[in-house]
Each structure stands twice: as structure tokens, then as C-alpha cells.
């Protein structure tokens, strides 16, 4: 991957952003696999190709200083270890911060922002701590708890004051139970995602199917119902036809604004979106109409 300084950052800071590949050939990672087929492919085939400035991996940087501060081993812990398993003919591999052996609990360190636990999108942090509970399971380790430290970057304490609803601390701990049901899940989850990375790997770029819906962060078009000179939204609906048929029911002044949707990763998180079909043929150009 090219690494591009568009600011003329120094030297140390472009040194501390540089990346590597991150998966060995014929190896794929817990927190890759959540990705999307087609992104994980694209990723690894264009590799040498890809782009990325210095002031957009800046965030990097404290989240690498985050996890050299706390990976520390305790008396009962091992912290840093790559624990792996083959699934056919791929090995899955995950990096475990940190693990309590007495107790079987993983624990992982993240940054992220207030928005995260406001909207409680966790989703990705559960399939991470169980794809980690199911490889050291099969590695003989017990495990019943996955525990996730998060270090909030943008909390305010004001905002805290104000809306008893905020975070109030700049420190969550998002934390689920590990049980043989889940461990099934999880397991099922991973059989297929593997097997799929397989079956796309075969295939050209342009006929590996787009990522889903999830995966590329969809937002859907909304219809808001508004009123002339009002900034705010009446009512905002999933359905055009409900929204004029509410804004005809409201009378005079009553309108319709159209809130259309996006694929929000391919737009503005998603490094190899430049070999991607789907975003040039989808996401790219209804954002350009969108822009004219």
C-alpha cells in the first residue's frame, strides 16, 4: 500500500502509519472476515495499488498507543498471543489482547467514538470476541466471557451533564457471556464465510458479488414530511407513498423531502472501492447525481 503525506506530515508520523500486509497467504484473520468477501479480496489483489494519506490513518496511531499501555500480562493472563485453527483449507488466525486463564475471560481494547455506544452498534465486537472464544476453545482454553475496554475519544463531560442518556464516563465496557450455543453460531458463521472467501477467490473482479447491505454500511432513503419554514422534520418514513400521503392529510404548506440513502463504507471508508464494480456502477454515480 502507497502511503501518501498530502499535508507533508513528518517523517515519524508517516513511519507510524505505514502498514503491512495484514494476512499471511492462505490465512485470513477474525477481525478481516468480517469484512466483506469482496472487499477482503479486492484488498489482498490490489494490495500494491491502494492508497491512503498519512492524515487519514492519524487515528491509528492512538489506538496502536491505546494497546501498547494496556497489553500487559497479569499473573493469570497471556496478552498479544495469535491463536489459529484451520477451517478447510484456510487458517484462521485472531490476535488475543488479552486473556485470563483462571478465569476465561478475553478482553479486548478499543477506541471509538460516543456515537458507538449511543446507538449501540456492537454487532462487529460480538462477532470478533466469539470468532476469539471460538479459537481458543479449539485450542483447549475455556472461555466464558468476552469483555471489550473502550476508550471513548470524543466524550464530553458537558454532554455527559446535560443528557443522563450519554455516556458518562469516557470509559464503556461493552462485555457479553460465552455459551456452547453461541460458540454453535459463531462456528456456522465462520464455516460459511470461509467457504464463500473460497468460492470468490476463483472468480474476477468484476464477478465477485458486491458486499452486503451490512457490510457496506447502508443508510436507506427516508422521506421526511415537512412544512414550509419549519427546519425540523415532522415525521421521517421509510415510505414515499406514506410520507405524501401524510403531508397531504397535514394540508397547505406540507411537503415532501426526499433523504436518499448510501452505501456510507464504499463512500468514504473503503480503500479499494477504485477496483470495485459496484461502487462505480452503484454508489459512485448516484452520489455524483446526487451532487449535480
Not at 163 to 192: A, C, G, M, R, T
Request: include cysteine; glycine fraction near 6%.
Amino acid at each position: 500500500m502507497k502511503i501518501t503525506n498530502k499535508l507533508d506530515l513528518p517523517a515519524g508520523l508517516v513511519k507510524a502509519v505505514s502498514t503491512e500486509r495484514h494476512n499471511e497467504p492462505g490465512c485470513i484473520s477474525a477481525t478481516t472476515l468480517l469484512q466483506g468477501v469482496k472487499h477482503i479480496i479486492l484488498t489482498d489483489r490490489h494490495w500494491d495499488e491502494l492508497e491512503d494519506d498519512v492524515a487519514d490513518r492519524i487515528w491509528a496511531i492512538w489506538g496502536t498507543a491505546v494497546h501498547s499501555l494496556l497489553e500487559q500480562e497479569g499473573e493469570n493472563d497471556f496478552a498479544e498471543q495469535v491463536m489459529s485453527y484451520p477451517v478447510g483449507d484456510i487458517t484462521l488466525t485472531g490476535r488475543i489482547d488479552n486473556y485470563d486463564m483462571k478465569k476465561g475471560i478475553i478482553c479486548d481494547y478499543k477506541t471509538a467514538s460516543v456515537n458507538k455506544v449511543k446507538f449501540n452498534n456492537f454487532s462487529d465486537w460480538w462477532y470478533q470476541g466469539m470468532i476469539y472464544a471460538w479459537l481458543l476453545r479449539k485450542n483447549d482454553f475455556i472461555v466464558n466471557k468476552c469483555r471489550f475496554i473502550t476508550l471513548l475519544k470524543d466524550h464530553s463531560k458537558i454532554d455527559a451533564v446535560r443528557d443522563h442518556q450519554y455516556p458518562q464516563n469516557p470509559v464503556f465496557v461493552y462485555e457479553f457471556d460465552v455459551s456452547f450455543l453461541k460458540i454453535l453460531q459463531i462456528e456456522k458463521f465462520i464455516k460459511n464465510k470461509v467457504r464463500e472467501y473460497v468460492r470468490c477467490a476463483a472468480l474476477g473482479d468484476g464477478d465477485i458479488p458486491p458486499c452486503t447491505p451490512d457490510e457496506r454500511w447502508d443508510k436507506a432513503t427516508k422521506y421526511a414530511v415537512k412544512k414550509k419554514g419549519r427546519k425540523t422534520a415532522i415525521r421521517l418514513l421509510d415510505r414515499q407513498a406514506e410520507a405524501e400521503e401524510m403531508a397531504a392529510d397535514l394540508g397547505k404548506g406540507h411537503y415532501v423531502e426526499t433523504r436518499p440513502g448510501e452505501s456510507t463504507k464504499c463512500l468514504s471508508y473503503c480503500r479499494c472501492c477504485g477496483f470495485c464494480n459496484y461502487y462505480q456502477d452503484c454508489v459512485k454515480a448516484v452520489d455524483e447525481k446526487i451532487a449535480v
